[in-house]
């Protein structure tokens, strides 16, 4: 693989979980990594220093919310006056509301939708101009599985993981002459703090659904972002790409 020195990576929601293995391998790679949250500062702050600690790269924790126009406008012209220079972005930040479909309230659909899908195009809406100026950049959106087959019980996920097929295959469209490529990952069950929880009988069901007979690693995605991110990756666009253990095909 190449090299991302000196390069300068935004990964929403990047204190926990995928976003934190992101981190890790953005920073292993020689890029620059803002970490943003929303509200673990501690988590946050502690990904931060540990991995400009372990790759000599300069790290920030940021907090902003990627549903408000303001806060991510803000945030991004704070990175710009920092590092002067985007170069990935990683639409990582996401929620879920579950719930019957005929109890949901309009609320919790709103919700979701302001994280999972207006955060990703307020996000690119904002570093897509940087980027153009470069004439270079990437930008991944993070999807799921549930986005491809649907969820019984998880009904507005699904529209926003889905929806962000439309968008990264509109914004490879527009944005391919400039030299900015535009990918979507589509993750399957992965562990995590909530598989951790879950009882034994409730893995094996999901187990049932995955052709390699396990759960996937955030480290499985970090590598596909890290890809997607390299010249290695320069002509491949507007792709929705799985990793699932072969759960959807």
Not at 182 to 192: D, H, S
Request: charged letters at 20%; hydrophobic letters at 40%; proline letters at 1%.
């Amino acid at each position: 693989m190449s090299s991302l020195k000196g390069k300068v990576s935004i990964v929403t929601g990047g204190s926990r979980g995928i976003g934190s293995a992101i981190c890790y391998k953005l920073a292993e790679l020689g890029s620059n990594v803002v970490v943003n949250y929303s509200g673990n500062q501690e988590k946050a702050e502690f990904v931060a220093k540990d991995i400009s600690e372990k790759f000599d790269i300069q790290a920030l924790a940021l907090k902003f919310d990627v549903g408000s126009e303001t806060e991510v406008e803000a945030a991004v012209a704070q990175i710009i006056e920092k590092f002067g220079r985007v170069d990935i972005l990683v639409n990582n930040a996401g929620i879920t509301s579950d719930g019957l479909f005929v109890r949901s309230k309009l609320s919790e659909w709103e919700k979701v939708m302001n994280t999972n899908l207006t955060g990703p195009y307020l996000c690119s809406r904002a570093v897509t101009k940087h980027m153009m100026k470069a004439k270079s950049g990437r930008i991944i959106n993070m999807s799921s599985v549930i986005g491809e087959t649907g969820n019984a019980g998880q009904a507005s996920y699904a529209a926003s993981k889905s929806a962000l097929f439309g968008l990264t295959k509109s914004l490879a469209k527009e944005l391919g002459s400039r030299g900015i490529t535009v990918n979507c990952i589509t993750p399957g069950f992965i562990q995590t703090d909530m598989t951790a929880v879950m009882k034994e009988e409730q893995i094996s069901q999901m187990l049932e659904q995955i052709p390699l007979k396990k759960l996937g690693d955030a480290k499985d995605i970090a590598s596909l972002v890290a890809y997607l991110s390299l010249d290695d990756s320069s002509y491949i666009t507007g792709q929705v790409i799985g990793v699932n253990g072969g759960m959807n095909m």
